[in-house]
């Protein structure tokens, strides 16, 4: 079955440095990929799209990689600032026009000390 | 201000006590979906909608009911809750095409006593 795997342990960075988080996913050929935050108490809020025909992509101090040979998405955060304290959901997506779905994985949790 | 609102954000309630959860949306989206979120599990999906009138099951749909009779409205119906429903729940929308964004609510704490 479809299984996509992210850090379970938390990520704890100081402020300043790069975090990187890693999203695995195996039994799944993904058409594209989605990066969500989820602070505590809210729902996830989308931050990014990675589609399978594109290596990289930033936002602002966010990038994230689609490697779909190593079957792994990575998602980067430079310049840390303990704001960005969340849980991060990676989310791959089948193909199907309007019908394909997305699969979440567990998240991992981020934590940047000042 | 575009935005997912469900009610209640929490709930206790004992076995066997039909609820509903609520969840409206003002974007004008087409699909609706709803998930539950357990430790360790992750969010899964329990049913959603392509549009007014079409439903279908998600991975987890057993002992929960949809219905979708307005394109803003996407009521979960708990007929008969059982402890094990007891979770995090979610409402999301996005628009037309699968890669769009989902929107979410800020979720429905539900307790099955």
């Known amino acids: 079955s479809q299984k996509i795997e992210q850090n379970s342990e938390a990520l704890n960075i100081q402020e300043g440095k790069t975090a990187t988080l890693t999203c695995n996913y195996t039994?799944?050929?993904?058409?594209?990929l989605q990066w969500y935050r989820q602070d505590p108490g809210r729902g996830p809020v989308f931050l990014l799209l990675i589609r399978e025909n594109e290596k990289e992509k930033r936002k602002e101090r966010l990038k994230v990689t689609f490697d779909t040979t190593l079957k792994q998405s990575l998602f980067h955060i430079t310049a840390s600032q303990p704001a960005d304290s969340a849980t991060y959901l990676c989310?791959?997506?089948?193909?199907?026009?309007?019908?394909?779905?997305?699969?979440f994985g567990q998240g991992t949790t981020l934590q940047v000390k000042p | 201000e575009a935005q997912v609102t469900q009610n209640p954000r929490y709930l206790i309630t004992v076995t066997g006590k039909k609820l509903t959860v609520t969840c409206s949306q003002n974007?004008?989206?087409?699909?609706m979906s709803w998930y539950r979120q357990d430790p360790g599990l992750g969010l899964r999906q329990i049913y959603y909608?392509?549009?007014?009138?079409?439903?279908d099951k998600g991975d987890v749909p057993e002992g929960y009911k949809v219905s979708r009779k307005e394109k803003r409205n996407f009521p979960l119906i708990l007929e008969s809750p059982s402890p094990n429903q007891t979770s995090l729940y979610f409402c999301?929308?996005?628009?037309?095409?699968?890669?769009?964004?989902?929107?979410f609510g800020d979720g429905t704490r539900l307790s099955i006593l």
């Open positions: 999301a929308s996005r628009g037309t095409g699968s890669h769009q964004p989902q929107h």
């Open positions: 909608s392509m549009n007014v009138e079409v439903t």
């Open positions: 989310a791959p997506g089948s193909r199907g026009g309007n019908t394909g779905k997305l699969i």
């Open positions: 974007m004008n989206h087409e699909y």
């Open positions: 039994n799944y050929s993904p058409a594209y």
